[in-house]
């Protein structure tokens, strides 16, 4: 079974409005990060939040907040006040305390912000 | 500073040769990672370091062997490469201590060309 799963190849959104990347996840593990990464067309993957499985409130960073829904097993980005910067793919990634240092990727989703 | 730098950038090599990619890390990150990407494709996982020791290894074959001097550096060594070896390839770290609370931190990338 797929960890990670992400049901939206492409996504587009206007300029200055809000978008929801869908992430959902499968573990049984209790204790689990879960991480969302953008990459524009340069080919840097870079960090933007993380939502650990025992955090009460959903994380935010700027303009990104996660829409953590624990008992579906789903984990969305939201990015507010979109911006022709954030064209780029976005995955959605899994870290489990049993399997260490394994990260579970998603397929990744391309979102292109139109203006 | 959360810099994971990669060199070269870019690398065009015949079937014949021996080349190396090159990662270094200074955050003090016991966990180094290589990852294959193909486009539009989520990352690959192929090899793990942990305080310096081999820790996963994603059934890579033998013409991909890694290598990690020190707890700052990772090497990639290449011999005999396919075309279909051509890809992007991803560097990583990350800390250990705080388990899966921890991301990674990417590094640009190596274009890699197998003619």
């Known amino acids: 079974a797929q960890k990670i799963t992400q049901t939206q190849p492409g996504m587009f959104v206007q300029e200055k409005e809000a978008v929801t990347l869908d992430c959902t996840y499968d573990?049984?593990?209790?204790?689990?990060?879960l991480f969302w990464y953008k990459q524009p067309s340069s080919g840097e993957m870079i960090f933007l939040i993380y939502?650990?499985?025992?955090?009460?409130q959903n994380a935010t960073e700027g303009r990104y907040s996660l829409n953590f829904q624990k008992a579906r097993k789903s984990a969305n980005l939201v990015i507010s006040a979109s911006q022709l910067g954030d064209s780029a793919m976005y995955f959605c990634?899994?870290?489990?305390?049993?399997?260490?240092?394994?990260?579970?990727f998603g397929t990744g989703t391309s979102l292109t912000v139109i203006p | 500073d959360t810099e994971v730098t990669q060199t070269p950038k870019h690398l065009v090599m015949g079937m014949t040769n021996k080349k190396s990619l090159k990662c270094e890390q200074h955050?003090?990150?016991?966990?180094m990672y290589w990852y294959k990407q193909k486009a539009k494709k989520p990352p690959e996982l192929m090899f793990v370091?942990?305080?310096?020791?081999?820790?996963i290894n994603e059934s890579v074959p033998s013409r991909f062997s890694p290598e990690c001097p020190n707890s700052s550096l990772l090497n990639l060594h290449l011999h005999a490469l396919q075309p279909e070896d051509s890809a992007l390839y991803l560097c990583?770290?990350?800390?250990?201590?705080?388990?899966?609370?921890?991301?990674?931190?990417f590094g640009p990338g190596t274009r890699l060309l197998v003619l």
């Open positions: 990583a770290s990350s800390m250990e201590e705080r388990g899966n609370q921890e991301t990674q931190y």
């Open positions: 573990t049984s593990d209790p204790s689990y990060g």
């Open positions: 939502q650990g499985s025992y955090d009460q």
């Open positions: 990634a899994m870290r489990e305390q049993n399997t260490g240092n394994q990260f579970y």
């Open positions: 955050m003090g990150h016991r966990a």
């Open positions: 370091y942990s305080y310096e020791k081999l820790s």
